[in-house]
């Protein structure tokens, strides 16, 4: 007669070797049977402005092509979408956090770059000619240098003390222009220049103050290598209506830059 302990020991086997057999045949969604809860905050670049098919009528566009909602759909895990259009650290700090526990496996984001005054700069740059694009990519630089690192390791760490498990990437920003392309009106190759080094001064600090809270940095910058605005190919909208959308990726750009940089560091 077989003792009960004996039939435990015999079923716990049993079912270690179904799953490993799963799994060694890719069925990992019945492997691993626990849904990753993931939660999507930050701005305009995460909730997908720009990319169309909004899932509600908020302020915050929240694009069901916007690459959290492309990861969830791809991988089943149980998404809540946080990020909001024009959303700033504070923002995020006042109206986002709330949604994450111990129990939260997955944390993307994307700030900084409205409190750097990313709209004020390119409209600058638009009505100010080289000169004035030069000063305004200059000011948001040294705001970008001496003030945003401590706004960047404020929401990290509100993120870490709020999520403690959790896997936390935070993606940066594209460069926005091909210089040299084929562009025929609009900016200088000049102006276009400093826009891209503001971008690259916004990438550099986000990748150290997140790498400093031992998160990972997605850079989806070589991803839109080849794909800016001038490029002929561009998944960066220019300057269109509405206006919000502007300097925005496309549907492509959620999917081919976003979501792509993102599974890339998963």
């Not at 290598?225 to 300097?247: A, F, K, N, Q």
């Not at 549907?251 to 830059?257: D, F, K, N, Y």
Request: net charge negative; glycine share 10%; charged share 15%.
């Amino acid at each position: 007669m077989v003792v009960p302990s004996v039939l435990k020991a015999l079923t716990r086997s049993f079912t270690v070797a179904v799953v490993a057999s799963l799994a060694a045949l890719g069925l990992s969604g019945v492997a691993d049977a626990a849904t990753t809860d993931y939660v999507a905050l930050g701005d305009s670049y995460s909730s997908g402005v720009g990319a169309g098919s909004y899932l509600d009528s908020s302020s915050c566009k929240r694009s069901a092509n916007a690459y959290p909602e492309l990861y969830a759909n791809a991988s089943g895990a149980s998404l809540s979408f946080q990020a909001c259009s024009g959303a700033k650290t504070s923002d995020v700090l006042n109206n986002q956090v709330g949604a994450l526990n111990s129990g939260t496996d997955l944390v993307s984001i994307s700030i900084g770059g409205n409190d750097a005054g990313f709209s004020s700069v390119m409209q600058d740059c638009i009505l100010g000619g080289d000169s004035g694009c030069q000063t305004a990519v200059t000011n948001a630089e040294n705001y970008v240098a001496t003030t945003l690192p401590g706004l960047l390791d404020k929401v990290y760490s509100t993120i870490r003390a709020k999520a403690p498990n959790a896997r936390v990437v935070v993606l940066g920003y594209p460069h926005f222009y091909k210089i040299g392309g084929s562009c025929i009106v609009g900016l200088s190759d000049t102006s276009r220049s400093y826009i891209n080094g503001g971008a690259d001064a916004l990438d550099t600090v986000i990748k150290k103050e997140a790498t400093n809270a031992g998160f990972t940095f997605a850079d989806v910058r070589p991803a839109f290598t080849g794909h800016e605005i001038c490029s002929g190919s561009s998944w960066l909208h220019s300057l269109t209506y509405p206006v919000d959308e502007s300097y925005h990726p496309t549907a492509t750009g959620q999917s081919s830059g976003y979501y792509a940089t993102f599974r890339s560091v998963l």
